[in-house]
T-cell receptor
Framework: EPEVTQTPSHQVTQMGQEVILRCVPI?????FYWYRQILGQKVEFLVS????????KSEIFDDQFSVERPDGSNFTLKIRSTKLEDSAMYFC????????????FGPGTRLTVT | QKEVEQNSGPLSVPEGAIASLNCTYS??????FFWYRQYSGKSPELIMF????GDKEDGRFTAQLNKASQYVSLLIRDSQPSDSATYLC?????????FGQGTTLQVKP
């Protein structure tokens, strides 16, 4: 069964450093998403991406964040200058965009900013 | 502010019982409703979705939607210890999902 994959599974970085989180969505899906979950809190929407552009973003997704689909399979989230409060699990999800538009989540990347 | 509310629990049921999980949402424009299961330290796993009023059954799971009351529920029949997890209600409005806090379910052998 096809699934969303993410790398790395755990990333430790120092405050102020740039990080890139990588995702490979399910191959026939057209919509891609990033969510994050701070420990003990809700899953929060960050951004959605369709047809090589951002279709929606949340207030969390400020100028420090960017997304890119550099090739036909990868979808990346870049955080330019990490802050302590960026420490969270980051989940990539993908969906067909059809019907109820159910979204399937990857295993996540645990980002720890020290 | 669009909100999705769930009782955080824990909800404790004996093995073999029916577990009933509830969720309310604030935005009447919400289009689709989802239940995800999340084990500790893992990602959300889609269990069911529903978008029409009424019941939808899939194996041991039944989702119920009442748009007039802005209420979604999930019933788990014949609960098993492996069902012990946090159950996340999510609501779609436009493309994004808005999640509730989740209800922790404990199924005791």
């Amino acid at each position: 069964e096809p699934e969303v994959t993410q790398t790395p599974s755990h990333q430790v970085t120092q405050m102020g450093q740039e990080v890139i989180l990588r995702c490979v969505p399910i191959s026939n899906h057209l919509y891609f998403y990033w969510y994050r979950q701070i420990l003990g809190q809700k899953v929060e929407f960050l951004v959605s991406f369709y047809n090589n552009e951002i279709s929606e973003k949340s207030e969390i997704f400020d100028d420090q964040f960017s997304v890119e689909r550099p090739d036909g399979s990868n979808f990346t989230l870049k955080i330019r200058s990490t802050k302590l409060e960026d420490s969270a699990m980051y989940f990539c999800a993908s969906g067909t965009g059809q019907g109820p538009n159910e979204q399937y989540f990857g295993p996540g990347t645990r980002l720890t900013v020290t | 502010q669009k909100e999705v509310e769930q009782n955080s629990g824990p909800l404790s049921v004996p093995e073999g019982a029916i577990a009933s999980l509830n969720c309310t949402y604030s935005d009447r424009g919400s289009q689709s409703f989802f239940w995800y299961r999340q084990y500790s330290g893992k990602s959300p796993e889609l269990i069911m979705f529903i978008y029409s009023n009424g019941d939808k059954e899939d194996g041991r799971f039944t989702a119920q939607l009442n748009k007039a009351s802005q209420y979604v529920s999930l019933l788990i029949r014949d609960s098993q210890p492996s069902d012990s997890a946090t159950y996340l209600c999510a609501v779609r409005n436009t493309g994004k999902l808005i999640f509730g806090q989740g209800t922790t379910l404990q199924v005791k052998p």
